[in-house]
């Protein structure tokens, strides 16, 4: 199984919802980063968390990190259609090459 | 400052010839890093270089795959007698230096369909 496994797969919210992301990983990790994919196109870098730090806000993004669970969770509050996207997290699983595993992705959909 | 070019952004092949991706990294930035991602899935790894040396490519495919990061211009990912299970989108990203504490920028991807 990944290291970065994104739950749920798929959410489907109203605009103006908070919508509410998960991620696990396996391994110890130097950093966890999440990103967004719009359909067909490129990933855009939203946040990155050190494995020293437990929360980070971002605009309307809030990143929160607990290592003795293994897991991260993205929050977004007060969506937009714009958001409508994939997000996925991806860990460096203290790689010293810096590789990045990423998880499944969820696919979020904010309905106008 | 422009980001991260990939380019073609499309490439269509027929099965048995050869495909050929290039990145330009962000300016500054001597890493980088080749991921593919197949549909509905997320991104795997397949190699990082720096300026002329391949540091991990734990992540390629043992057979037809190829990558270079040459003292001059961009990286290329070099697939040759593409099948038809190479049909992927591959992005490139780059960062300034190790991305244990560095963001990796990604480019736009190439969309790679083989018929």
């Known amino acids: 199984s990944q290291q970065g496994e994104e739950d749920p797969q798929a959410l489907s919210i109203q605009e103006g919802e908070n919508a509410t992301m998960n991620c696990s990983y396996k391994t110890s990790i130097n950093n966890l980063q999440w990103y967004r994919q719009n359909s067909g196109r490129g990933l855009v870098h939203l946040i990155l968390i050190r494995s020293n730090e437990r929360e980070k806000h971002s605009g309307r993004l809030r990143v929160t990190l607990d290592t003795s669970k293994k897991s991260s969770s993205l929050l977004i509050t007060a969506s937009r259609a714009a958001d409508t996207a994939s997000y996925f997290c991806a860990t460096d699983a203290k790689s010293n090459t810096g590789k990045l595993i990423f998880g499944q992705g969820t696919t979020l959909q904010v309905k106008p | 400052n422009a980001g991260v070019m990939q380019n073609p952004r499309h490439l269509v092949r027929r099965r048995g010839q050869e495909a050929r991706l290039r990145c330009s990294p962000m300016?500054?930035?001597?890493?980088v890093y080749w991921y593919r991602q197949l549909p509905e899935e997320g991104l795997k790894f397949m190699v990082y270089l720096q300026k002329e040396n391949i540091i991990d490519e734990s992540g390629m495919p043992k057979e037809r795959f190829s990558a270079e990061f040459p003292k001059e211009g961009p990286s290329i990912l070099r697939i040759q007698q593409v099948v038809r299970g190479d049909s992927a989108a591959y992005f490139c990203a780059s960062s300034p230096s190790v991305a244990g504490v560095e963001t990796q920028y990604f480019g736009p991807g190439t969309r790679l369909l083989v018929l």
């Open positions: 300016k500054g930035h001597s890493h």
